[in-house]
C-alpha cells in the first residue's frame, strides 16, 4: 500500500508523455499547424510539391471528365433530333435548357474554384452555340429573330446566376459566346436587325453592371461587337442595290434606329456616372460615345439624306446645349469638365453648320467666339478659350475671311468685302482685346494668345489695304504697281504698330507677329515689287523696307529697357 502513491505518480508522468507525443503527432498532421512544424524539423519539399500537384491534376481532371459527359450529352441530343422520332422544336427546348443547366453549374461552384467555373460555362457555350448554328441554318427550325432572343436570354441567364458571387469567368464565357455567335449568324443569315438588335442588349447588360461596380471588363467586348454590329448596318445598306440582293429590304427608320440607340445607351451611360455617381470619365468612355455618335450621325445622313442633315444639326445643338449645362455643374477644370466642353464645342460647330446659312453661321460662331472667353473667366483655365480660338477659325474659314484677306494681301484684290467676313473681323479684333487682360505666362497661353492676335492682325491688315485702295483710286482699278506699294506700306506701319505696342505693354506675342511681319515683306520684295513694280515704285518700297529693320528691333527692345 505504501508503493501505491508512487505507482500513480509514475503512472500519471507517463500518461503525460504519451499525450504530449499525441498531441505533436497530431500537429504535424494538421495544415494549420503545419508551419511550426516546418520549423521543428525541416520537410521534404519535393514530396510535398509533388503531392499538392497530383491534387490538383486530379481535380482539374475529375472537371474535364464531367465536362466532356456534358459534350456527349449534347452530342445524344443532337443525334435524336436527327431522327425524326421527336419534334426538332422539341428537342431544340430540350437542348437549350440542357446548356443553361451547364450555365447553373458553372455559377454555383465557389468563387475560388474558377477552373471548374470557367470550365462549366465553356460547356454551356460549346453546347448552345453550334446547336443554334445547325438549328438556324441546317434545319431551319429557328428563324434568325428566335435565334438572336436565345442569345439574349443566355446572356442574361449569365448575368444574373454570376450577379451575386461576381464570377469573372461566367460573364466573360457568355458574353464572348454569344457576341461571336450573333455576328457570325448575323453575317451567314443576312439578318442583321436581330443580332444587332441582341448586341445592343449585351450592351446595355454590361453598362448596367459597371454602373453597378460588377464586371467593367466585358463592356469593352460588348462595345466593340454592337460598333461592328452596326458598322455592318451602314455599310452595307449605303451600298448599291445590286451588291446586296440576298439583304431583306429595311424602311429607313429601321436602318437608323440601331445608331441612334447606341448613341443614347452610352450617353445616357455616361452622363449616369459622371453627372449622378461623380465618377472620372475613362478613355473608353470618351472613345465609345464618340463613335457611336458618329455611327447615329452616318445613319442619319446615309439613309435620310434629305432632311436629315437639318434633324441631325438641332439635334447637336440641343446636345451641345446639355454638354455646356453639364461642364459647368461641374466647374472645375478637371477631365470630365474638359471633355464634356470639348464635346459641347464638336457638337455647336456640327449642329451650326448643318443648320445655319453662311451670314448667319459666321455671326453665330463669332458671338460663341466672343463668349467662351468671358465664360472661361468664372471657371478657370485654357479649355473655353482655346474653344473661342476653334470658333474664330471656323467662322473665319466659313465666312470667306481667309480668302479675302490673302487677296486683299497678295493676290487679287477683291471686288467688296462679304457682311459675314467683315462681321467676323470685328468678332477677331475683339477676341484679341479680350485676350489682352488675361496672363501670358506659360507655352499654352502664349500660343493661343500669338494665335488669336495673328488671325486679327491678319483680317486688319486686309481691311486697311482694301480701305487705302478705295480712298486712292475712288472706284478705279489700281495697276500693280500702286498695289504692290500700297500693301508694302500697309504691312510695314502694321510691324511698327505692333513692334510699339508689344513693347509699351509688354506683349510677347505681338513683338513676334511684328518679327513675322518683317519677313512677309521680305518675301514680298522679291516675289511682288520686284517682279511688278516700277523702279520708283521699287526705291520707295526699299526704303520703307530698311526702315522698318532698324525700327522694329529698336522699339522692341526699348520696352524691354524700360
Known amino acids: 500500500m505504501d508503493a501505491l502513491p508512487d505507482t500513480l505518480e509514475r503512472l500519471a508522468n507517463r500518461v503525460e508523455i504519451l499525450e504530449r507525443r499525441v498531441l505533436a503527432l497530431e500537429a504535424s498532421k494538421t495544415p494549420e499547424h503545419a508551419p511550426s512544424a516546418a520549423m521543428r524539423e525541416p520537410a521534404a519539399p519535393v514530396a510535398v ?31 435524336v433530333a436527327e431522327s425524326s422520332s421527336l419534334p426538332r422544336l422539341a428537342m431544340a427546348a430540350v437542348a437549350i435548357v440542357y446548356a443553361l443547366l451547364w450555365l447553373v453549374a458553372a455559377a454555383r461552384v465557389g468563387e475560388e474554384e474558377w477552373f471548374s467555373s470557367t470550365v462549366y460555362a465553356g460547356t454551356s457555350a460549346l453546347i448552345l452555340a453550334p446547336m443554334l448554328w445547325e438549328l438556324t441554318l441546317r434545319f431551319k427550325v ?29 460573364f466573360w464565357v457568355a458574353n464572348l459566346t454569344a457576341t461571336l455567335a450573333a455576328l457570325a449568324l448575323a453575317v451567314a443569315t443576312h439578318e442583321l436587325i436581330p443580332f444587332i438588335a441582341a448586341l ?47 439583304y431583306p429590304a429595311l424602311s429607313a427608320a429601321g436602318l437608323i434606329l440601331p445608331g441612334c440607340l447606341l448613341f443614347l445607351l452610352y450617353a445616357a451611360a455616361v452622363t449616369v456616372r459622371t453627372m449622378q455617381l461623380g465618377q472620372t470619365i475613362s478613355i473608353f468612355e470618351t472613345g465609345q460615345a464618340m463613335v457611336a455618335f458618329l455611327l447615329a450621325a452616318s445613319s442619319v445622313l446615309y439613309f435620310e439624306p434629305a432632311g436629315g442633315a437639318v434633324v441631325l444639326g438641332f439635334a447637336c445643338l440641343l446636345f451641345s446645349a446639355a454638354c455646356y449645362a453639364a461642364a459647368f455643374v461641374l466647374k472645375t ?132 489695304v482694301e480701305g487705302i485702295l478705295f480712298l486712292v483710286f475712288q472706284g478705279a482699278t489700281p495697276d500693280a504697281p500702286h498695289i504692290a506699294f500700297i500693301r508694302t506700306l500697309i504691312l510695314c506701319a502694321v510691324a511698327f ?47 520703307l523696307f530698311a526702315l522698318t529693320l532698324i525700327a522694329v528691333p529698336w522699339l522692341a527692345h526699348a520696352g524691354q529697357k524700360v
Not at 499538392?52 to 459534350?71: D, E, H, P, T, Y
Not at 435565334?147 to 464570377?167: E, P
Not at 459597371?210 to 454592337?226: K, P
Not at 510677347?508 to 515689287?529: H, M, N, P, S
Open 333 to 464: 477644370e478637371g477631365r470630365n469638365f474638359r471633355v464634356f466642353a470639348t464635346w459641347a464645342a464638336g457638337l455647336f460647330l456640327a449642329g451650326s453648320l448643318l443648320c445655319l446659312p453662311p451670314f448667319w453661321l459666321a455671326v453665330c460662331l463669332g458671338v460663341a467666339a466672343i463668349a467662351a472667353p468671358m465664360l472661361s473667366a468664372r471657371v478657370g483655365g485654357l479649355t473655353l478659350r482655346f474653344h473661342s480660338l476653334a470658333f474664330l477659325v471656323a467662322a473665319a474659314i466659313s465666312s470667306g475671311l481667309f480668302n479675302y484677306a490673302f487677296n486683299a494681301l497678295a493676290g487679287i484684290p477683291p471686288v467688296s468685302l462679304g457682311a459675314g467676313a467683315c462681321v467676323i473681323s470685328a468678332c477677331a479684333v475683339v477676341c484679341f482685346a479680350l485676350g489682352m487682360r488675361g496672363p501670358q505666362e506659360g507655352w499654352k497661353q502664349q500660343i493661343l494668345q500669338l494665335t488669336t492676335a495673328a488671325l486679327a492682325l491678319f483680317a486688319l491688315a486686309a481691311l486697311l
Open 497 to 543: 504698330g505692333l513692334a510699339f505696342s508689344g513693347s509699351r505693354w509688354r506683349r510677347a506675342e505681338l513683338t513676334r507677329i511684328a518679327y513675322a511681319a518683317v519677313a512677309l515683306v521680305a518675301i514680298k520684295l522679291l516675289f511682288e515689287d520686284l517682279h511688278h513694280g516700277r523702279l520708283e515704285f521699287i526705291a520707295a518700297s526699299i526704303f
Open 142 to 170: 429557328l428563324p434568325a429573330p428566335a435565334t438572336a432572343s436565345i442569345l439574349g436570354i443566355f446572356v442574361i441567364a449569365a448575368t444574373v446566376l454570376a450577379w451575386k458571387k461576381d464570377q469573372t469567368p461566367v
Open 200 to 246: 445592343l442588349l449585351m450592351a446595355l447588360l454590361s453598362e448596367y453592371a459597371t454602373v453597378r461596380n460588377h464586371q467593367r471588363s466585358v463592356r469593352f467586348l460588348a462595345a466593340l461587337a454592337a460598333d461592328a454590329g452596326i458598322w455592318a448596318l451602314i455599310f452595307i445598306y449605303a451600298s448599291p442595290q445590286s451588291a446586296r440582293t440576298d
Open 49 to 79: 510539391g509533388e503531392g499538392f500537384s497530383l491534387a490538383q491534376a486530379g481535380g482539374a481532371f475529375s472537371v474535364l471528365g464531367k465536362s466532356m459527359l456534358g459534350i456527349a450529352g449534347a452530342y445524344l441530343l443532337r443525334a
